[in-house]
């Protein structure tokens, strides 16, 4: 301790003496003296007589005094009982107290020692740290005999395991715990026979047995269905560490050998069960091959060569095998022994040890299970009518499922979808999407156009229908980037949906310009050809601008599914979209006018049946989007109001924000949309005009007592009633005419979810017009009525979130 006192210096300034024995929050408003760096390297060198400035390093940092021998971090030279936190601490025997602001330096030590020495000794940084009595290699034997209730809780254990890597959790805290798993990777084999549970020549007493020749093969095939599972994710769009981890750790999951090698073992290890010499009771060997026939199923299923005529049938074989692997999970016996943290040490990894991931048994089942019934439900994508549309509306079913698809399951579904043999069955989406709502009949998708030859000189006009095709063609290509990144986009869970929406969108902005370009040449060749009334004006601009408008729809729905919005911008967010959806339909009407038009007037000699046939069903489809859009615009409006009048009468919490303005909070809330051209959000004061028509929230005008007496809720009602027969006429056009014919049940449930949600509204609202009728309260809006938002709660449809009124 006398080496350590030679340390000091004379800083003896009252205010910083006053000052260090404070809290830091109280000593921070002290007068404190100048910043000072003392560089006390040499010093203390000489004070303590030549220790070694890498111990100082170590101590100055707060590492215990007495440092194990057994570490390989041990410094085992210098045992020497000192904290080197007392070394600055103000004392009578200690005058080396730092002041606030002052800083200890070493030149020699740089912030990436710093940062490494503070993981010495810190268990949970330090990967070679070792406890008393700790060993650095896991002393597992993989070689010993195992009982056959144990092979099965090992199985159990390692589909717990998989399950939990298939949620996101990284191999290193799953399988790769596995001491058999990692005996098989590790070293890597050259071939698979080198990969058993021993590595090199042992005596044959020490031979594996056959259970272990059993676990062997399952786990084999365990690898290679994670080799499946990674290659299927990474080769479609996925955030990595967000959505799935596909770090392997330098470990090569058998990626160069076929499946039917696997299947081989995996049928030998049934031969091995089926020999007579083998005693085992009866249910536990029945355990066990029930297990080995999952997992034979769940490779075939995973195969990444398996023909899309055969993939709903592998995963109903799946499934059919759950029930036997549940109802014996109770024989198996878990060997505690067989996983080990220890492991993570010898991984290729730059972060610290973290605990092993501990998941039920029921946890794990119930996310296989869904996992396959997710990917039959993405089998039915291969066999749904070949239209864009169909597919549209099975990626949006299949997205809003609850609970949300594992990545595996949406890679699945989008490697279906992406398949050559389902995209050519459709010929070009852009164009059978653009054919379906604006082009249906039109002599500008007329397949003789695509018949002509260009003329061969140079100077030569090109014939009009010629032109048609090159100009269709032009656009058409430039589309397929977009709609593709609108799949890709719908293909996402529901967050990121929403998000990737917002991006999307900013492309089919940029193709609604060059749409007008398109449109432009059209209509010269049009006017050419004497055709104007067959084809709809801007018919390329229509198209693109009926999908942007129903993105943004997507967009602020998806933010009501997912409470982003506060209750007290409830009102501002439904009018924002009661404003889109009524531009759509001011489109579709346009749509529907034409397509009238085009019937009535046409010749009936010149019109050939199969073009009054598609007309029809293109007529068909507009008219559904008609009253869709209706609908949303309709109930849209009335929640507006509604929630406006809550939120002048106080029944709707009204946070303080201090640090902010309304108009910068509206452009923080539009930002994804103020890009877009024409412009789709209002200025701030024509959104505040009908967000807060009678003023601010907080102090209302005379104006609002007498609407609310008069006819604001008469206003509210009669949108509730226009919102329902909207819907009902929806219903009645069917899934067939909204293109939805391949999710029924889905659409079905969405119309009656937006059905309920109107009457729900409307009990809302004669509740609180009955509240206010009866109230005394007057122009202080102390009415008898309290009001709760079903932000968590369960809701008729997700994206109309309908208050409920409760009595006082």
């Known amino acids: 301790m006398e080496a350590l006192k ?52 170590v101590l100055l940092l707060g590492v215990p005094s007495i440092l194990p021998s057994r570490s390989r971090h041990s410094i085992s030279s210098y045992q020497i009982p000192i904290s080197s936190s007392s070394f600055f601490r103000p004392g009578a025997n200690l005058p080396t107290a730092l002041n606030i602001g002052q800083l200890v330096k070493d030149e020699y030590f740089t912030l990436y020692e710093s940062i490494g020495a503070l993981e010495i000794m810190d268990p949970k940084m330090d990967s070679g740290f070792l406890e008393p009595g700790e060993t650095l290699e896991d002393d597992y034997d993989t070689l010993a005999p195992l009982l056959p209730d144990e092979v099965i809780g090992i199985m159990d254990q390692l589909l717990c395991y998989e399950m939990a890597w298939h949620t996101g959790y990284p191999l290193s805290q799953t399988l790769f715990t596995s001491v058999y798993i990692d005996q098989l990777l590790w070293p890597e084999p050259k071939t698979l026979e080198e990969a058993q549970f021993y590595r090199g020549v042992i005596p044959d ?98 195969d990444l060569d398996l023909p899309l005529d055969y993939i709903s049938h592998h995963w109903q074989l799946v499934s059919s095998s759950l029930q036997s692997i549940n109802s014996t999970q109770e024989l198996g016996k878990l060997v505690r022994g067989s996983f080990s943290l220890k492991l993570q040490r010898r991984l290729a990894s730059t972060v610290p040890p973290r605990p092993i991931v501990e998941i039920s048994f029921a946890d794990a089942f119930s996310t296989l299970t869904k996992l396959c019934v997710d990917c039959e439900e993405a ?82 006009p090109k014939p009009p229908r010629l032109q048609l095709a090159l100009l269709i063609d032009e656009f058409v290509d430039r589309a397929e980037q977009p709609y593709m990144d609108l799949w890709i986009s719908l293909g996402q869970n529901r967050c990121r949906v929403r998000r990737m ?18 449109d432009d040449d059209l209509v010269r060749v049009v006017e050419d050809m004497g055709i104007t009334d067959q084809v709809l004006p801007a018919p390329l601009t229509t198209w693109v601008y009926h999908k942007k408008l129903w993105m943004i729809e997507k967009v602020v729905l998806l933010g009501f599914e997912q409470d982003i919005y506060l209750p007290d911008e409830l009102a501002g967010m439904y009018f924002f979209l009661s404003t889109i959806a009524s531009k759509r339909i001011a489109l579709l009407h346009t749509i ?38 209706t609908a949303i615009a309709e109930l849209s409006a009335a929640l507006h109001t509604f929630y406006m009048a809550l939120c002048y009468l106080h029944l709707l919490p009204l946070p303080p924000r201090p640090f902010s303005s309304e108009p910068l909070r509206y452009e923080l809330r539009m930002k994804p949309f103020l890009a877009l051209q024409p412009p789709e959000v209002p200025p701030f004061a024509d959104f505040a005009t009908h967000a807060q028509p009678y003023g601010v929230y907080a102090a209302p005008s005379p104006q609002f007592f007498d609407a609310l007496r008069g006819a604001l809720w008469g206003e509210v009602e009669a949108r509730v009633a226009a919102a329902k027969d909207a819907f009902a006429k929806v219903r009645r056009e069917g899934a067939g005419s909204a293109r939805a014919e391949g999710v029924r049940g889905v659409w079905a449930r969405d119309v009656q979810g937006g059905l309920a949600s109107c009457v729900a509204l409307g009990v809302a609202v004669a509740g609180v017009k009955s509240a206010v009728a009866g109230s005394s309260g007057g122009e202080q809006g102390d009415m008898s009525v309290g009001v709760r938002v079903e932000l968590a709660g369960k809701r008729y449809s997700e994206g109309w979130v309908v208050a409920r009124v409760v009595k006082i």
């Open 379 to 460: 089998t039915r994508v291969v066999s749904l009518p070949p239209d864009p549309l169909e597919y549209q509306s099975f990626l949006c079913a299949y997205a809003s499922r609850t609970p949300t698809p594992l990545p595996y399951a949406r890679a699945y579904l989008a490697t279906l979808l992406f398949h050559p043999q389902t995209l050519n069955a459709t010929g070009s989406l852009p164009l059978v999407d653009l054919r379906t709502v604006v082009l249906p009949a039109s002599p500008l998708l007329d397949p003789v156009n695509w018949t002509l030859s260009p003329p061969r000189g140079h100077l030569v």
């Open 592 to 629: 529907q006018q034409h397509n009238l038009s085009r019937v009535t007037h046409a010749p009936q000699s010149g019109f050939a049946v199969h073009s009054a046939q598609e007309l029809d069903d293109a007529d068909r489809y507009v008219t559904s989007l008609y009253h869709e859009a």
């Open 501 to 518: 929406l917002t991006h999307v969108i900013i492309g089919w902005d940029l193709l609604q310009a060059d749409a007008g370009l398109v």
């Open 6 to 57: 030679k340390l000091g210096s004379s800083h003896d300034s009252p205010a910083a003496s006053a000052a260090v024995s404070l809290p830091l929050r109280k000593a921070s408003r002290l007068p404190v003296v100048e910043s000072k760096i003392y560089n006390i390297t040499d010093r203390f060198t000489a004070a303590c007589g030549g220790m070694s400035l890498h111990l100082y390093r």
């Open 205 to 302: 007493e020490r031979r594996p047995g056959p259970l272990l020749e059993v676990l062997r093969a399952y786990c084999l095939a365990l690898v290679k269905c994670c080799d499946f599972v990674i290659a299927k994710i990474t080769a479609r769009d996925y955030y990595e560490e967000e959505d799935f981890s596909t770090h392997t750790y330098n470990r090569v999951l058998f990626v160069r050998v076929p499946s039917d090698v696997f299947q081989r073992e995996l049928n030998a290890a049934v031969d091995w069960l089926d020999d007579t010499d083998l005693e085992i009771d009866h249910d536990l060997k029945a355990a066990i091959k029930a297990r080995l026939d999952f997992r034979k199923d769940l490779l075939s299923a995973l």
